[in-house]
């Protein structure tokens, strides 16, 4: 269960409520995750992800990442979430044109140097799926005629008028809708084959937003578009391309963590500074983020970015960043790694400019010492534990057309360790990169190609710099002509010496979709050299080729969602290892979301297959593990709203079921999930959730090393949110408790636990909206019986918004 | 025989009904009007009667626009938003011809002043007086038709191209072209900054009186009346 807090929506009578549907409950041991998955989202460019993590385990969080893809894609793609106190949050942005199913998972990072995923077994046996309802959306192409967004106009002088010609033949003219801020305006609407327009005879002064809605003769949203204008009082109109617009955000939050009754009390402070604002066509905007946890021997903590736009026409503009970023050039080059350091981008559309330069690695002091060699007498280091070298990166992308249909861009990076930076390190490295990437759409993008190709150059440790190529060839033996030409080419760009790979590394990638009578079809083919790196991307799955096909489809007006897709990948390219091994994937997705009110339901199947070519009873299986095993997961859910008592109900039920057989008993697992739960919202600001959980999962059971984990649990909450006490202010209090009972049996020990894990946690928020709110915090979790102690987290936050 | 007289009398009548109404094509929309200040009126072929404009007019192709004096009428165009000012004691008349999706403009000036104002120009865009054609793309400018038939162009931003049956010139920003006659090039030279329209943002010509009275509670209260005066 999770309760979201929301200073925005402060004039709701009643906050928002939301079901967990996560599974499984814990991370970590001590590690309260609680998510509730948006099962449908329908016409959003974004998806809103939000983790609230409740941390005992006595290893601060460091970060978590969020990796996710449409279902047809075959790469996930990385993003780090926000943090405010307990909340880990991220808005996804999705492809507007594509209507599928969104699949993701979490990667928990904690300063300890551990991670895992969420949900456990992610992402092969577990995963998130979001449907998103997309239709194309031509909302670009709606010409806003007036009034110009962002512009102040006299409250007696409003006319809203907006054309859409260019896809004219698809709208029912006669479905458009048009909301001037909540006020639904499209029965005053004039409206034109190819365009509507309202005249209001006075609008209240102050900002206002304009809506408007385009739906074909199918009643489907087909383009909409948002803009805003200030109505002023009428002897003041002034042309605001001038105006002066600033807003952002402000929080403190101070949090100590008393585990194991005592034991360990850590504190954690942060706080964070964030703005945005425009000055006629110039945008800018930065953040700051401070906490305690930077220390200078791990990797950044802080963060620190600001940003100019200036805008020229029509979209084009020149963007420099300067301090923390995650630049997305190329998918297998530069994409998922934090860079510190200054970005810039030059959008003229036809032709386009990016640059990267900066820190992904700070440098952190390893352990050793320095011995003097007695042959030689020369002093040398003796790395104990090697520390990181500092790394740089620097990236250049041109890149050609607008990406509406067509777009070829070319990027380059190189990337190299600081070898001076430490003295206590091993194998600084060193890359380069190149690539060309193609994008072609045809027929209002229904026919997509894309493709990239890919080389590049690595060296696993410059220290000592380049060798002559005579001397490499003392070193290395059978040195063919094509890799001396190869070494002499590539010591232009980067170190060479005898850790030179003396070939090239190659990765590329096709992907065609269809999209046609409401099926999306989608071929991805892709291979990936082990010799390919890029220290621009640190999440390739190198050594790696194979195809992914799949079809999305959407049936009965966008209620039944189908997926079906089989994959199939492989490794050893090169034929420099003993074995092959082989991963199949087959995954059927069907849910159903009605458009009335009946339950919706989701069914998935997901078959996973990993096998090596290699016998268990061979020789090479004493030296190299055979393997062959198989994976299947069944997992249900379902919802449905009703009244009962007048009051709003909701109750989810999810069912998993989880079986993984393989040659190795050991390795064989299981796993039963369920989880029910009702939501009620009651007349008054009141809302409640009880719930109710039920988790099996054995390991190895057939074997000496099997255990197993039983867990039952029951939570209730409840909300309350107070208005208006002495001001145009919110209180709200909520409390939720957990208590559930686990058994845990360990074969090899012969040992089992019996414990009660009780869980508790109380929120109060406090807000007045022109001054902030304050939100005070306290989570406790005990344990009783084999396991008897108890955690406390204790926080107090403060926000504004301006 | 009466059926006879009867199926003669239907032809006719059945051929006059199609021939109006293919000739009676409804005009296509192009523009509506976004700002008036004073008093506007538009007249067209089937309603020569002046109608007033307000906010929120629709401008079918062919309408003729007069303004008042102390008048301003802002029209956009639909296509592309286009901007044309009507200034005071002007006439005009809006043509548009409807492509696939954009709009061909044609304004006839027969007297008065206009300003342009194209950002994201799309079909062609072209002002016409008793003495030139003037045709442009992304750019601002004046045009000034004086009643003793004279007609002055002003660049205020981009290029113009005007021409007549005496050929083409190309205006430029700061310049200003005055013809004569259809007939003559016009007299280039530079823009007196004096000559330059005031572009009038506002109430334009709008006067205001202010009342003070007292309400049955005995508050003292305003009531402000705006008003624009007849030329």
């Known amino acids: ?98 209507t599928g199913m969104v699949e ?71 479905k458009s809708k048009m909301y001037l801020d909540t006020w639904d305006v499209s029965k005053y609407l004039a409206k034109f084959s190819d365009f509507v327009t309202f005249a209001p005879k006075k609008v209240p002064l102050g900002q206002h937003k304009i809506r408007l809605e385009l739906y074909d003769s199918n009643s489907d949203l087909i383009a909409s578009r948002e803009w805003s204008f200030t109505a002023t009082p009428p002897r003041v109109t002034q042309a605001s391309e001038s105006a002066f617009n600033l807003s952002g955000s402000f929080f403190a939050e101070a949090r100590r963590e008393n585990l194991r009754s005592g034991l360990s009390v850590a504190d954690y402070n942060q706080g ?44 084009r503009f020149i963007r420099l960043n300067a301090g923390d970023a995650y630049p997305d050039f190329s998918p297998l080059i530069l994409q998922n790694i934090l860079v510190r350091g200054g970005l810039a981008s030059l959008n003229l559309k036809f032709m386009n400019l990016d640059f990267a330069y900066g820190e992904t690695l700070r440098p952190v002091e390893g352990y050793g010492r320095t011995e003097t060699d007695t042959a030689s007498g020369n002093n040398r280091v003796v790395v104990e534990r090697g520390g990181t070298f500092k790394r740089d990166i620097l990236a250049i992308r041109p890149s050609f057309g607008a990406g509406d249909n067509f777009r070829l861009g070319l990027t380059f990076l190189k990337g190299a360790d600081d070898t001076s930076s430490i003295i206590y390190g091993t194998d600084p490295k060193e890359n380069a990169a190149a690539g060309a990437d193609l994008f072609l759409g045809m027929d209002q993008q229904r026919i997509v190609l894309q493709g990239n190709f890919n080389v590049s150059a690595y060296n696993r440790n410059i220290r000592g ?168 997961s069944i997992s249900f859910s379902t919802g449905y709203r009703f009244n009962f008592l007048k009051y709003k109900n909701r109750a989810g039920l999810n069912l998993t079921s989880y079986r993984r057989t393989d ?37 190895g059971t057939a074997t000496p090393r099997g255990s197993s984990l039983d867990l039952t649990s029951f939570g209730g909450g409840i909300q309350y949110a107070f208005k208006n006490i002495l001001t145009t202010d919110q209180l709200s209090i909520r409390a939720y408790a957990q208590v559930g009972k686990l058994t845990s049996i360990y074969k090899i020990a012969s040992s089992s636990l019996n414990y009660n894990r009780n869980y508790f946690n109380l929120r109060a928020n406090y807000s007045i909206p022109s001054l902030g709110s304050i939100g005070l915090a306290a989570d406790i979790l005990s344990f009783s019986g084999d396991r008897n102690y108890q955690d406390y987290i204790y926080s107090a936050r403060y926000e504004y918004n301006f | ?66 303004t008042s004096g102390s008048s301003l009428c802002d029209i956009k165009f639909v296509d592309d938003k286009s901007l044309l000012r009507i200034k005071e004691n002007s006439v005009c008349t809006i043509e548009g011809d409807l492509e696939k999706d954009f709009i061909n403009k044609n304004i006839i000036l027969e007297s008065g002043t206009v300003f342009a104002s194209l950002f994201k120009q799309r079909g062609q865009f072209h002002i016409t007086t008793p003495t030139s054609v003037a045709s442009v793309k992304g750019t601002q400018f004046y045009v000034i038709q004086f009643a003793d038939g004279r007609t002055m162009y002003i660049g205020i931003e981009g290029l113009v191209d005007l021409s007549n049956d005496a050929g083409r010139v190309l205006l430029r920003s700061g310049q200003t072209a005055v013809y004569s006659s259809s007939k003559e090039l016009p007299e280039m030279r530079l823009t007196n900054k004096e000559e330059i329209p005031a572009f009038t943002e506002g109430n334009e010509g709008a006067k205001i009186i202010e009342i003070e009275f007292r309400d049955p509670a005995g508050q003292v209260k305003k009531m402000r009346i705006d008003y624009t005066e007849e030329p």
């Open chain 1, 1 to 98: 269960m999770k309760i979201k807090l929301t200073n925005k929506n402060f004039g709701l009578p009643v906050l928002v409520l939301a079901l967990l549907t996560s599974l499984p409950l814990f991370g970590r041991n001590g590690v309260d995750i609680q998510f509730d998955r948006v099962s449908i989202l329908k016409n959003s460019a974004y998806l809103p992800l939000e983790l609230t993590i409740s941390n005992f385990s006595g290893s601060s969080i460091r970060e978590i990442q969020v990796l996710y893809k449409y279902s047809d894609d075959s790469h996930f793609r990385a993003r780090s979430m926000n943090n405010e106190g307990f909340r880990y949050y991220a808005n996804l942005r999705l492809d507007q044109s594509e």
């Open chain 1, 104 to 174: 993701y998972y979490f990667i928990i990072r904690y300063m300890d140097g551990g991670e895992e995923p969420f949900p456990g077994g992610a992402p092969l046996s577990n995963i998130y799926r979001t449907a998103v309802q997309q239709m194309r959306n031509y909302g670009d192409d709606i010409v806003i005629v007036n009034p110009d967004p962002e512009t102040r106009v006299s409250a007696n002088d409003v006319v809203i008028t907006a054309s859409f010609a260019r896809f004219s033949t698809m709208v029912d003219v006669e």
């Open chain 1, 272 to 315: 964070a500074l964030q703005f945005q604002g425009n000055y006629s066509s110039l945008r800018f905007g930065g953040r700051a983020y401070l906490s305690n946890q930077e220390q200078i021997g791990r990797q950044h903590v802080n963060r620190f970015s600001g940003f100019v736009r200036f805008d020229f026409w029509n979209h």
């Open chain 1, 465 to 632: 710099g380049t060798m002559a190529f005579d001397s490499l060839s003392s070193v290395i033996e059978d040195i063919s002509a094509g890799e001396k030409n190869y070494y002499n080419f590539v010591k232009n760009f980067i170190t060479a010496n005898q850790f030179l790979n003396l070939r090239p590394g190659l990765a590329y990638r096709v992907n065609i979709q269809v999209r046609y009578f409401r099926n999306n079809l989608n071929l991805t083919y892709e291979s990936v050299d082990e010799g390919y790196y890029s220290l621009g991307q640190p999440y390739l799955l190198r050594d790696n080729r194979g195809f992914n096909i799949s079809d999305n489809m959407t049936l009965l007006k966008n209620q039944v969602f189908l997926n079906l897709g089989y994959r199939q990948y492989h490794d050893n390219l090169q034929n420099l290892k003993t074995t092959t091994t082989t991963n199949r994937n087959i995954y059927v997705n069907i849910s159903y979301f009605p458009l009335g009110n009946f339950p919706e339901l989701s069914l998935a199947y997901n078959n996973y297959n990993r096998e090596n070519d290699l016998p268990t009873d061979s020789i090479g299986s004493i030296l190299y593990r055979p393997e062959n095993n198989q994976t299947n």
């Open chain 2, 1 to 66: 025989m009466p059926e006879m007289i009867h199926a003669r009398l239907m032809f006719p009548v059945i051929l006059i009904i199609l021939i109006s109404v293919i000739g009676s094509r409804a005009a296509d929309p192009v523009a509506v009007v976004v700002k008036i200040i004073g008093r506007v009126e538009m007249t067209n072929d089937k309603s020569p009667k002046p109608e007033p404009v307000k906010n929120g007019t629709v401008i079918f192709s062919g309408d003729k626009l007069r």
């Open chain 1, 663 to 699: 040659i190795y008993n050991y390795s064989e697992s299981s796993s039963d999930y369920m989880a029910l739960n009702v939501r009620t919202e009651y007349n008054i600001p009141l809302q409640t959730i009880i719930e109710f959980v039920l988790q099996q999962s054995e390991t």
